[in-house]
């Protein structure tokens, strides 16, 4: 039921077009409904300003009518047909960020687009993909493509072309399948107000990367915890109540002003299993925190705790697993466990993340735990990422008590 059109993307694309994309964009013009690759995840398109169109991205992916959609364009002449106004900042973000997977919150031309993409706010989300499948796609089409990314909701975003048919085969109309996609997450979306730059979602353009390129203005990021309006740190047995510096990250979260992101308030990239993140904590004595009075130092004190929870769980005969960064991996005994990317390849985590979410669930594991990446540069978009997938369960844990 779904067509699926394969294209290489590293192949130069033929005069008239890719073979496949011209019946394509025809769907999308004629409003049905396409998945395509991008250069963060693969998305699923609508003509932008086909309501009937856009309402079958929403049903498809079973997502919340309350949450807007990012609109793709491929072409600057796009944009003013888009939006009202265009800031200086906002302009220069885009002169060096596009096309790339930074998203922009910008108020709304009136009428432009479909009230159900920006669902009734006075902004629209824009941006102009880095991936020359995508590009070629939305001219094929020619019109705006909304497009949020292309798995069922809740579900972690599709950076497969198989994923996309795991969520929504037979429930769309087309599927262009171009290989893998880049970053591996989704885009980062960030709206600009006066002199700053206010990150709605951390994502494959980091804070610093448009802090260096905006030296004159203040780029507002709130780490992890971004947009993490429901997400907590549990308290529990061998769970730390939260840390003094989250508690002071959350605090500086709520003063400073972070204007609303209607999608922030879904649970998002949930895998079935139970997902704990482990980090090392530098405010927990563990011997409290773990209710372990071991006397005998352990080396790896982290591994030790997860190795212990994990014999628990296969104790009560649930499968487990450990996600963890390549060089750590051979330190775990589970039933699945994943090396992705490493401390100094934060890249490769970005890129493997969300398959090995799937993996996971493939694998029917139960309870997992996954150590916390550096939260510098992607590491802030892989973070919140993950503290979504776990229900905003953290486990902080002493290095040495
Ligand atoms: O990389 C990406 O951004 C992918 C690919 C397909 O482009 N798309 C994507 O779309 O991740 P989606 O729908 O999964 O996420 C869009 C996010 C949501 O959190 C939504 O609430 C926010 O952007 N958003 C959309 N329009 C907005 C607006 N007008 N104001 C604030 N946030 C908005
Ligand atoms: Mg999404």
């Known amino acids: 039921m779904t067509i699926v059109w394969h294209v290489d993307p590293n192949d130069i694309e033929p005069a008239d077009g890719w073979p496949g994309l011209a019946e394509a964009g025809r769907l999308l013009a004629a409003g049905e409904t396409v998945a395509f690759p991008t250069e963060t995840v693969y998305g699923l398109g609508a003509d932008a300003t086909n309501t009937a169109a856009v309402e079958a991205v929403f049903q498809a992916k079973g997502r919340p009518s309350d949450n807007p959609l990012i609109v793709h364009i ?15 900042t906002a302009r220069r973000l885009m002169a060096r ?10 108020p709304v031309r009136p009428g432009a687009v479909s009230p159900r993409v920006t669902a ?27 497009a949020p990314s292309a798995n069922r909701s809740g579900r972690p975003s599709p950076t497969l072309a198989a994923h996309v048919r795991e969520d929504l085969d037979g429930r769309i109309a087309g599927l262009v399948d171009a290989g893998p996609t880049g970053v591996g997450l989704e885009s980062t979306v960030a709206e600009v107000i006066g002199d700053s730059v206010h990150v709605l979602r951390p994502g494959g353009v980091t804070a610093a990367e448009m802090q260096a390129a905006l030296p004159d203005c203040t780029v507002v990021s709130g780490g992890s915890h971004a ?32 204007p609303k992101s209607p999608g922030i308030k879904y649970t998002h990239y949930a895998p079935k299993g139970v997902l704990t993140i482990v980090r090392p904590s ?31 769980a296969r104790q009560q005969g649930e499968r487990t697993g450990v996600l963890t960064t390549r060089s750590r991996a051979p330190l775990y005994d589970a039933d699945l466990v994943i090396g992705c990317g490493d401390a100094d390849d934060l ?11 799937r993996d996971f669930d493939e694998a029917g594991i139960a309870r997992m735990w996954a150590e916390a990446y550096p939260e510098g540069g992607l590491g802030e978009a892989i973070m919140n990422r993950l503290l979504k997938a776990a229900g905003g369960r953290i486990v902080g844990l002493s290095s040495q008590s």
């Not at 600057?76 to 200086?88: R, T």
């Not at 530098?282 to 997860?306: E, F, H, R």
């Open 120 to 146: 009734g706010l006075d902004t629209v989300a824009v941006r102009m993909p880095a991936h020359p499948v995508a590009l070629a796609l939305i001219r094929a089409a020619g019109c705006p493509v909304a």
């Open 347 to 357: 890249e490769a985590a970005a890129h493997g993340l969300y398959a090995a979410l």
């Open 282 to 312: 530098i405010t927990v004595s563990s011997a409290s925190a773990l209710g372990d009075s071991d006397p005998d130092p352990d080396p790896d004190p982290l591994c030790g705790w997860v190795q212990k929870q994990i014999r628990a």
């Open 97 to 106: 960020f596009w096309p790339g997977p930074l998203t922009l919150v910008l």
């Open 74 to 88: 491929a072409d600057w002449a796009q944009l003013d047909g888009l939006v009202a106004e265009v800031s200086d």
């Open 227 to 258: 947009g993490e309006a429901d997400g907590r740190t549990t308290t529990g047995d061998g769970v730390e109540p939260p840390s003094a510096a989250a508690a002071a990250a959350d605090a500086a979260d709520a003063l400073a002003y972070v």
